[in-house]
């Protein structure tokens, strides 16, 4: 399982991509609802399949609100467009944007993540940063006033990953410890309480944290062990705890299951995926559209296997949609399609996955906060 070896930093995450399966930096492919140029191709007209926004090879990572996207370039700018009624373009203003624009002059960003309406990125420093709506305390700032630019978060240097829900906000440092902030009505902070708070917060003692995911009301996290853990929120059983109910959250962590073999795991509004070390890929939590691409819409409260194959290898999910890469390079989509957020050139909900196009050099997604955006980076 993964260690912690220091920042994660741009310099040696682009190493890794060098030595690895990246043939090259990759294009940026956007599909969905574009009410407000969140696709970035400088007009608001939905689209149903994928469409490269521009000509450029030099996106590295991407991340996606509600109505707004966020992203980190190569040379370690950083870049927004979209929705911007809180600020969460992080451009000084409250305009909205249709096509990508550069968020201040710095080279040293590393990793972007959105929330709801607010966003958050790590500079190569390890200092974490935060802008947009800030209502709940979820910026960390100590108050609740939002931002339209960026601002530090306290002055440590040691963040590693950070994860935003709807309006709560989840991350980790390099020390393997957990940290919460925001709201807090469903438990979702797993601070064994419901109280709101407004600055970081660690979450127990545990230095053995590793990924974390965020749904609207709930959290998802690993540990370096393979295990699995969830709390908040669970009206649709999106714990995976084997419950569901108005009052079956949780309001600290708790261990879904007993294995150990869990590697990544998303969460979007009230769905959850996950995937194993083996390649299977499993879901569970509200199922209304499809959402969880178990070939029917009844939810579930436990995680369920989505077919038999063994060879998925990236999960993203989105306001009740999966998006998900093969080993292979090919990228699948099931649940609602309501804006062509599925990106199969229609408008059906579907239930099972589905391939998206022909391509075969997808390598990034999103995490796409309660969006019905999608997001994706495949090689030229």
Not at 257 to 264: E, I, K, V
Request: aromatic share 10%; with cysteine; net charge positive.
């Amino acid at each position: 399982m993964p260690s912690y070896s220091g920042v994660w930093t741009l310099q040696a995450q682009m190493q890794a991509v060098a030595a690895g399966t990246w043939s090259g930096f990759p294009f940026l492919y956007a599909w969905g609802l574009n009410s407000k140029g969140q696709l970035g191709l400088n007009d608001t007209a939905n689209r149903s399949s994928p469409v490269q926004v521009d000509s450029l090879t030099t996106w590295y990572q991407i991340t996606g609100g509600s109505l707004f996207t966020s992203a980190v370039k190569t040379n370690g700018t950083l870049w927004s467009w979209g929705y911007n009624n809180y600020g969460q373009l992080a451009q000084n203003d409250t305009a909205n944007r249709s096509s990508p624009v550069q968020i201040g002059a710095l080279t040293t960003w590393s990793k972007v993540a959105a929330g709801y309406v607010q966003c958050f990125a790590i500079k190569t420093d390890g200092t974490l940063w935060s802008w947009g709506r800030n209502h709940d305390g979820q910026l960390g700032l100590n108050d609740t006033v939002n931002r339209s630019s960026p601002v530090q978060v306290g002055a440590l240097t040691t963040w590693y990953q950070i994860a935003g829900g709807e309006i709560h906000t989840i991350a980790t440092k390099t020390d393997g410890t957990l940290w919460s902030w925001g709201r807090n009505g469903s438990g979702q902070l797993g601070l064994n309480d419901v109280v709101n708070r407004s600055s970081p917060v660690q979450v127990g003692i545990l230095t053995t944290w590793y990924q974390v995911a965020c749904g609207d009301t709930f959290t998802l996290a690993t540990k370096t062990d393979g295990t699995m853990w969830s709390w908040g929120g669970n009206a649709a059983g999106e714990l995976g705890l084997g419950d569901a109910g108005a009052f079956t959250g949780r309001s600290s962590p708790v261990q879904v299951g007993a294995l150990t073999t869990w590697s990544q795991v998303a969460g979007g509004g009230f769905i959850s995926m996950a995937l194993k070390t083996d390649g299977t890929l499993w879901s569970w939590g509200n199922n209304f559209y499809g959402g969880l691409g178990i070939n029917n819409t009844a939810n579930r409260s436990s995680p369920v296997q989505i077919g038999a194959l063994t060879t998925w290898s990236q999960i993203a999910a989105g306001y009740s949609f999966g998006l998900v890469i093969k080993t292979d390079g090919t990228m699948w989509s099931w649940g609602r399609n309501s804006n062509g957020q599925l990106g199969l050139n229609d408008t059906a909900n579907r239930s099972s996955p589905v391939q998206v196009g022909a391509i075969t050099s997808w390598k990034s997604l999103s995490k796409m906060s309660r969006s019905k955006s999608s997001l994706a980076l495949a090689a030229p």
